[in-house]
């Protein structure tokens, strides 16, 4: 099941933040949060992320069922594909 979500950058505190929130989507409402900090010479970044299901009742209930872990999963998926451009020479790909 695919769905399409547009988003905005609301935010952006560089070189420390950027949060991006949903302006149209399946969500009721969705924002997320990328927090970067040097650390040792290298870059830790921490994901906060908050949404709301649509539905009442019916998205609460997917939301324990299966909706929370599909979207952990999800993140972390995404999060290891970005580290392991960042920490190859995948990156070139992107930007040149």
Do not use: C
């Not at 950027?18 to 994901?47: I, P, Q």
């Not at 324990?64 to 070139?92: C, G, P, Q, V």
């Amino acid at each position: 099941m695919y769905h399409k979500l547009t988003s905005q950058i609301t935010e952006f505190e560089r070189p420390t933040l950027f949060v991006d929130e949903m302006v149209e989507g399946a969500f009721k409402g969705f924002r997320h949060e990328h927090h970067f900090e040097d650390l040792n010479g290298g870059t830790l970044m921490t994901d906060y992320f908050d949404y709301e299901s649509p539905f009442g009742i019916l998205g609460t209930l997917a939301d324990k069922l299966f909706l929370k872990k599909y979207m952990t999963d999800l993140l972390t998926t995404r999060n290891h594909s970005i580290k392991d451009f960042a920490e190859t020479a995948k990156w070139k790909k992107i930007v040149e």
